[in-house]
């Protein structure tokens, strides 16, 4: 499916008249040495004991024993490994086909639409987010730990996910038909239920995993598409990449990397394990730290909008690996 996708873009980008942005609009290349916030990496734990100080990064304690015996990939007594890595780029925009990351505007038709409209009733704004979701190792590239066996090796670099080319993205009808579940997790009902999840994203934590399709202070995960109620665009922002990631558990793309089951290698997951992901934001405005989905925007979103009314947001990505190292 990816080399499809790959494919697909190859030839919108060699029959369009693609080219870097206009002079006002945002182009901005991602760096991986200054976008990337390291101390998001920390605190590393080995045999169940933090070993590293935490420099204010989330975190939280998923295994405690220090040995673990594993038969695959092949038989092997070790330590337990537990550590953050920046594993992808997730890049939202109100311009579809819009790369801002890579100074890329395809002069395509602008449907599925983007952008902002305002609703009355509630005085919140909807925005309409396209995501592109890229593999994006970093350690890998820089050549840091290559041989680890607790690091994720896929090869480079590559585009996993478009929502433009997504139609249960931008239909509601296509993702409720796709995804029937969508009736129990996308109501008052469950919204409430959310409550709890809600109150631990306000104080920094992380939220609850028996609670999956809540997003904290962000709403939910249900509906998988792309609008979005908030006066606030960076968390609207938010959403829409922790919707993409777990639209992507719920179709077994992306792997469960925590806990006891994972340590051997890591094992599908219908249910997205919010716990195991925490988001940096690095575009428009760098941000200081890493947040736990659902965090209140006040703790992390304050003078991230530029007065220039950039259209885009483009967050790392990290993933706690447990592992059984040797």
């Not at 305002?118 to 350690?139: E, G, L, T």
């Not at 950039?310 to 592992?323: A, E, L, M």
Request: proline share 8%; hydrophobic share 40%.
């Amino acid at each position: 499916m990816r080399k499809a996708i790959n494919f697909l873009l190859a030839l919108l980008i060699f029959f369009s008249t693609a080219g870097s942005s206009k002079a006002g609009d945002s182009c901005d290349f991602f760096n991986p040495i200054t976008d990337v916030c390291w101390t998001c990496i920390f605190p590393i734990r080995i045999g169940g004991i933090q070993i590293t100080p935490s420099f204010g990064q989330a975190d939280y304690t998923s295994i405690s024993s220090p040995i673990c015996v594993c038969m695959t990939p092949f038989p092997r007594l070790g330590l337990t490994v537990s550590l953050w890595e920046p594993i992808r780029i997730a890049e939202t925009t109100l311009k579809p086909w819009k790369f801002p990351d890579f100074c890329l505007d395809l002069k395509i038709s602008k449907v599925p639409a983007g952008g902002t409209t305002s609703n009355a009733a509630n005085n919140q704004r909807k925005q309409a987010w396209q995501v592109h979701w890229f593999i994006y190792p970093i350690f890998e590239m820089m050549n840091v730990g290559v041989d680890f066996i607790c690091l994720e090796h896929p090869g480079g670099m590559d585009i996993a996910y478009v929502s433009e080319l997504d139609p249960t993205w931008n239909d509601d009808f296509t993702a409720l038909f796709v995804y029937p579940e969508t009736i129990l997790f996308a109501n008052p009902i469950a919204e409430f239920a959310c409550l709890p999840d809600r109150a631990l994203t306000s104080v920094k934590q992380f939220g609850l995993t028996p609670l999956f399709w809540c997003a904290g202070n962000w709403g939910t995960t249900y509906p998988f598409t792309k609008v979005i109620c908030s006066d606030n665009p960076t968390v609207s922002a938010a959403l829409s990449v922790a919707k993409a990631n777990a639209k992507f558990h719920r179709n077994l793309v992306e792997l469960k990397t925590i806990g006891k089951s994972a340590l051997c290698a890591p094992t599908p997951s219908f249910i997205f394990p919010k716990k195991q992901y925490k988001y940096q934001l690095a575009k428009p405005i760098k941000g200081a730290s890493c947040v736990p989905i659902g965090e209140d925007g006040i703790w992390w979103t304050i003078l991230k909008e530029p007065f220039t009314g950039d259209t885009y947001h483009s967050f790392v990505v990290w993933r706690k690996r447990d592992c059984c190292a040797f």
